[in-house]
C-alpha cells in the first residue's frame, strides 16, 4: 500500500481490521530536500509530490493500522551506492514496528552497514542481484559471518 494511504486512512483501518496489521505492508517513497533539509515524500511512482512530513506520515499509517513499513530512497534507487542510513534511521525512530528498507545496494557490505547501523528489520535488494554474480545465499553467508543471522523460510 502506498499511494492509497494518503488519500484514505480508513481503508488501513479496515485492512488492519479484517486480516492484521501483520498483513498491511505500507510502502513510502522518500527523497531529500536540501532546500528544505528534509525528506519529501511521493505517491503515484515518484509523480506526485505529498504534504506530510515523513515522521507525520510513518507515525499516522502505523496509527491505522499498518504492520510494517517499506522505505525506499528514490535518490538511491538503482545507484548501488548504499542504502540511505539517514532515512532508514529516521523511519526506524518513530515506526515502533518492522522497518524494511530498499534503494542503494551495490554489495554485501551496504547491507551488513544497513543492518549494524540502523538495526532495519530486512532490506530488499534489486540491482545487487540483477547485475552482478551475487545471490541471497550468498549475502546470508557473508552477514553470517557477522554474526547477522535470518530466519530460514
Known amino acids: 500500500m502506498n499511494s492509497a494511504a494518503y488519500r484514505d486512512p480508513g481503508l488501513l483501518k479496515g485492512i488492519a481490521d479484517k486480516f492484521g496489521a501483520q498483513a498491511l505492508v505500507v510502502s513510502i517513497d522518500a527523497r531529500w530536500?536540501?532546500?528544505?533539509?528534509?525528506?519529501?515524500?511521493?505517491?503515484?511512482?515518484?509523480?506526485?509530490?505529498?504534504?506530510?512530513?515523513?515522521?507525520?506520515?510513518?507515525?499516522?499509517?502505523?496509527?491505522?493500522?499498518?504492520?510494517?513499513?517499506?522505505?525506499?530512497?528514490?535518490?538511491?534507487?538503482?545507484?548501488?551506492?548504499?542504502?540511505?542510513?539517514?532515512?532508514?534511521?529516521?523511519?526506524?525512530?518513530?515506526?515502533?514496528?518492522?522497518?524494511?528498507?530498499?534503494?542503494?545496494?551495490?554489495?554485501?557490505?551496504?547491507m551488513k552497514q544497513a543492518f549494524v547501523e540502523t538495526g532495519v528489520s530486512a532490506l530488499a535488494c534489486g540491482s545487487l542481484f540483477n547485475f552482478g554474480d551475487n545471490n541471497p545465499i550468498r549475502a546470508k553467508a557473508f552477514l553470517s559471518n557477522y554474526e547477522l543471522h535470518f530466519k530460514k523460510v
Do not use: W
Open 33 to 110: 530536500n536540501d532546500i528544505e533539509g528534509r525528506y519529501q515524500l511521493y505517491s503515484d511512482c515518484g509523480r506526485h509530490r505529498e504534504a506530510p512530513t515523513l515522521e507525520e506520515h510513518v507515525t499516522g499509517v502505523v496509527k491505522h493500522g499498518a504492520g510494517e513499513i517499506f522505505i525506499n530512497s528514490i535518490d538511491r534507487d538503482g545507484t548501488m551506492i548504499g542504502y540511505d542510513l539517514r532515512l532508514i534511521s529516521a523511519v526506524k525512530a518513530v515506526a515502533g514496528v518492522p522497518v524494511i528498507a530498499c534503494g542503494g545496494a551495490g554489495t554485501y557490505e551496504h
